[in-house]
């Protein structure tokens, strides 16, 4: 049976499901979701690209930016928590430059937590350092000195999708020999969401509220004792999300490197996202014990951290590839296009509150 005959099943077994638990089944119903599947996901025969797909580069800033953290936490036993490790490229890419790091790297524990049971055996396949542990969950992590990393994981998280009338209105997903959408009044939650960020939506305006990244927040801070989330995504804060221009929303959907707004097309087939919003993020972090520590786009993360130079620095050690690489990782996505729509926002708990390279000018 294919997951859209299964979905059908439960509606028609249960009624209308809201837009959040019909994204949920899309992505992550066993073996048939688009994570759970076994089908390629990341690169150019995937989906879609991510920062560690187009260049080890990346990794490797990141890794500059945790080793600059290490220092600020004492140069002490350090752990990485990495939420959604995909096919594991940036966990190695940051532990071959962690390496160069002998008193760091000895002390190094590096966590996966990745809910995709086909990635995660993909990833087991590329990692072999004695010092990545696989978590199935977030019971399964100690209280940790270091920081959690999350790159494009939690525009992947399911979404409530809300329009406003003269009342907040939730979608629920109904069949009548098709899908079709429904709207019911929001519940207190959906609208305590609003009013805690302070937004009042026009009339008319579609959007979506992600609850699962506060309760996310509120899980890291559980377990980080001292240290630093990075969370690395699509979006923005309040005063962007809620522009007039966005009033259809921002969801958008990702098969074979194109984009459509169909997320009742395709399913199991495809990625579903939206943006996030940094300032709910933040919020709840806050909310739970972190602290506001640089908010900025990639590409000005990346630049901070001396990605240039990096670069410049491998031409030399091998001209003609490295050349190659320069002109591929300049020309496509990570400082430039990608490089501006994602966002980096870093929260800390504990930490010295000093700037991070990362967010220097």
């Not at 937004?199 to 996310?216: C, D, M, Q, S, Y």
């Amino acid at each position: 049976m294919s997951l859209r005959e299964i979905i059908i099943q439960r509606i028609e077994k249960e009624g209308p499901l809201s837009f959040r638990d019909f994204m949920d089944m899309c992505l992550y119903y066993p073996q048939l979701g688009y994570y759970q599947s076994a089908r390629e996901k990341l690169g150019k025969h995937g989906d879609y690209f991510t920062g560690p797909t187009l260049s080890p580069a990346f990794g490797a800033m990141i890794g500059k930016q945790l080793e600059e953290m290490w220092r600020l936490l004492g140069e002490n036993e350090f752990s990485v928590v990495e939420y959604g490790a995909g096919t594991g490229a940036l966990c190695t890419d940051i532990l071959s430059f962690l390496k160069k790091n002998a008193r760091m790297y000895d002390g190094l524990k590096y966590f996966i937590l990745e809910k995709s049971g086909s990635m995660r055996e993909e990833a087991r396949k590329h990692i072999k350092e004695p010092n990545v542990i696989w978590c199935d969950g977030w019971q399964d992590l100690p209280e940790i000195n270091g920081c959690v990393l999350a790159n494009e994981v939690v525009d992947n998280f399911p979404v409530h999708q809300v329009l406003m009338k003269d009342e907040m209105m939730e979608l629920y997903v109904d069949y009548k020999n098709d899908f079709v959408e429904s709207f019911i009044p929001a519940d207190g939650v959906l609208r305590n969401y609003m009013e805690e960020l302070k937004v009042k939506l026009p009339n008319g305006f579609r959007t979506e509220i992600n609850l699962e990244a506060n309760k996310w927040i509120q899980k890291i801070t559980g377990n980080l004792k001292k240290g630093y989330v990075i969370t690395i995504d699509y979006g923005f804060p309040s005063s962007e999300l809620y522009q007039d221009y966005r009033r259809l929303g921002t969801l958008m959907c990702y098969n074979k490197h194109r984009v459509n707004d169909k997320p009742y097309l395709n399913i199991g087939e495809q990625d579903i996202t939206s943006h996030v919003n940094f300032s709910a993020l933040c919020l709840w972090g806050v909310k739970s014990g972190l602290e506001f520590a640089g908010f900025r786009d990639q590409a000005g993360f990346l630049y901070a951290l001396g990605i240039k130079e990096y670069l410049s620095g491998l031409r030399k050690a091998d001209g003609k590839n490295i050349n190659d690489l320069m002109r591929y990782f300049t020309r496509q996505a990570l400082l430039e296009d990608l490089g501006a729509k994602l966002k980096v926002l870093v929260l800390q708990k504990g930490a010295p509150r000093q700037q991070l390279m990362g967010f220097e000018c």
